[in-house]
């Protein structure tokens, strides 16, 4: 029996052993409080757990309970849970981390519980009864990993002696304690951001849209944009099963991932091929890191365990335009739930491609009818252009009088010296597309049949303003100096687009006038001109003769 009694007694000394070792909690004090009555059941000490974020829910498992005899007796092992500590009398023995760790994964058949309690401050202060609890953080957000902890509510006597076993009589002082744990948690989450590109023509570097926090930028086709990944992995301990941990992206069909860019380092450096699996195709790449070195990565500190990925994508023929954005998104998908078989949690960022069309829809949707734009026409002697207006119920269209077709101008990118060719259709419109923003010059390069080419030079720049999450917020296209077309669009909470705006429309009409009309080979016209030569041959040699006699 004396046997029995010592093990029993050693239970709570044990259980405090073990939080020394685990790595799931950190006991920074002691809370204590003098009773004046007899211990009892109904004796409680204030547990305290501090680092939370607001609206974490923190849930308090009893996994060793007090017994009271006409005072307090000893310390048991909840016999609840399906986990064995407990030696062939029934009585708990030492309990080890290994055993702690099994508990908090089999919560559902631990049934004396309180809570899940919501933290409205950086701690929850909970009063529980005298035994050892398991505490089980669930978070708030996503993107934090808590491990599990064990708080304790015990006896001492006036010097500060643990009370483990035996009964404490009437006369004799005590003391509750509780402990205040700090939680071990690790945050994970996803950062995505263009950190530049080079342009398609000389392959030299472009300027990405300053205003656009890295999230957004615009580019023109063959263009190709860098990207890169920045996140965390976090800290597991043993109470996580099956870790899975996988970073990803999958670009919209406008976006070519240049497979060979792929380049993975955690903590600046390359990540040996055996950490990790990759999947990758023309549009998508997925890196899922293998459990082993999860499992290592877990006893680094947070700068050994910060992970990068960059890549590069080109902007194909495919590209939507104007505000439609060519969508890349990347995500991580990641255990943060202790257990075997947790739904592993998700985090997206996306950013935001954008190319322009001048003559082309402004959602960039060719499939819908959509209003489209027009900034340059062209038209023949007595065109006239009367632009579009804004009416209640959309645009009125802009209306043409003597249109030109088939008039041939180039559009060059002062810049990058890329050309695009385009013939102007039966309402005189001309359409260029895949355009990024910049300053290009328009020239007419083939006249229509009948018309004399106009040699001017037109400028033309386009500019852009994104909205801080990357979306583009607005585009201007100006001719000329001074004709000046402004798209603005709004936005729903998901970064889709909600409406378009025409703040401002100015089309630029470009006239042809006719050649002289000529006469046709062998017609009157011809005999005419002949005549007319011949006559003054004749002249020529009569004056030529009379001017020598004279002389």
């Known amino acids: 029996m004396r046997k029995t009694w010592e093990k029993l007694s050693a239970i709570l000394l044990a259980v405090i052993l073990v939080l020394t070792m685990m790595m799931s909690v950190y006991a920074e004090g002691v809370t204590v409080k003098k009773l004046d009555t007899v211990p009892s059941a109904t004796d409680t000490g204030a547990v305290e757990i501090s680092g939370l974020t607001v609206g974490d829910q923190v849930t308090f498992y009893q996994i060793v309970k007090a017994n009271y005899e006409n005072g307090f007796k000893d310390y048991e092992a909840v016999k609840d849970s399906t986990i064995d500590i407990f030696n062939e009398d029934g009585n708990a ?20 519980s309180v809570g899940p309690i919501t933290a409205t401050t950086d701690k929850v202060t909970q009063e529980l ?5 398991l505490v089980i953080v669930t978070p708030k957000e996503a993107t934090t990993i808590y491990n599990p902890m064990v708080a304790s509510v015990y006896y001492t006597n006036d010097d500060g002696q643990a009370i483990t076993s035996g009964k404490v009589g009437v006369n004799e002082s005590y003391i509750i304690n509780s402990t205040t744990s700090y939680v071990k948690k690790s945050t994970t989450d996803l950062d995505k951001v263009i950190t530049g590109g080079k342009d398609g023509e000389k392959g030299e570097a472009r300027t990405i849209a300053p205003d656009a926090n890295g999230k957004g930028d615009d580019l023109a086709i063959g263009d190709t ?19 899975k941990f996988i970073i990803s992206d999958t670009l919209d069909e406008g976006l070519d991932l240049n497979e060979s860019s792929i380049e993975i380092q955690i903590a600046g450096k390359t990540v040996e091929a055996a950490g990790y699996t990759i999947k990758k195709s023309a549009h998508d790449f997925e890196i899922t890191f293998t459990e082993d070195y999860l499992r290592a990565l877990a006893k680094e500190n947070e700068d050994q365990r910060k992970l990068t990925v960059t890549y590069s994508a080109t902007l194909n023929e495919k590209a939507t335009t104007n505000f439609s954005a060519n969508e890349n998104t990347a995500k991580i998908t990641f255990t943060n739930k202790p257990g075997e078989n947790q739904k592993a949690e998700e985090i997206e960022k ?3 491609q954008y190319t322009f069309e001048i003559d082309g829809s402004i959602g960039g ?3 819908t009818k959509e209003h489209r734009t027009h900034e340059l026409i062209k038209t023949g002697e007595g065109g006239e252009v009367q632009d579009g207006a804004i009416v209640d119920d959309g645009w009125s269209e802009t209306t043409v009088k003597s249109p030109l077709k088939d008039a041939k101008f180039t559009l060059t990118n002062k810049a990058t010296g890329k050309e695009y060719t385009e013939l102007t ?3 005189g419109y001309m359409n260029f597309k895949g355009l990024d923003a910049g300053e290009y010059i328009l020239k007419e390069t083939e006249a229509p049949k009948g018309y004399s080419l106009n040699t001017r030079e037109i400028p033309v720049v386009i ?16 001719v000329d100096g001074n004709n000046t077309s402004t798209y603005e669009a709004t936005y729903n909470n998901d970064g889709t687009v909600n409406e378009i705006h025409e703040k401002a429309v100015k089309s630029t009409e470009i006239k042809n006038t006719k050649m002289n009309n000529l006469p046709s080979t062998g017609g009157m016209g011809t005999y005419l001109f002949t005549f007319l030569g011949v006559l003054l041959m004749v002249v020529g040699s009569y004056s030529y003769r009379k001017n020598k006699k004279t002389a």
């Open 129 to 133: 009864a005298a035994g050892e609890w």
């Open 350 to 352: 996306k950013t935001y």
């Open 225 to 243: 944009v860098d990207f890169k990944l920045s996140t965390t992995v976090p800290s597991y301990s043993e109470e996580y099963k099956n870790l």
């Open 93 to 112: 023995i030492y309990p080890t981390a290994e055993e702690i760790s099994a508990l908090a994964l089999d919560t559902e058949n631990l049934t004396t």
């Open 463 to 478: 500019t852009a303003e994104y909205n801080a999450d990357g979306t583009l917020k607005s585009y201007t296209i100006t």
């Open 365 to 367: 949707n060719e499939t």
């Open 425 to 427: 259709d039966a309402n």
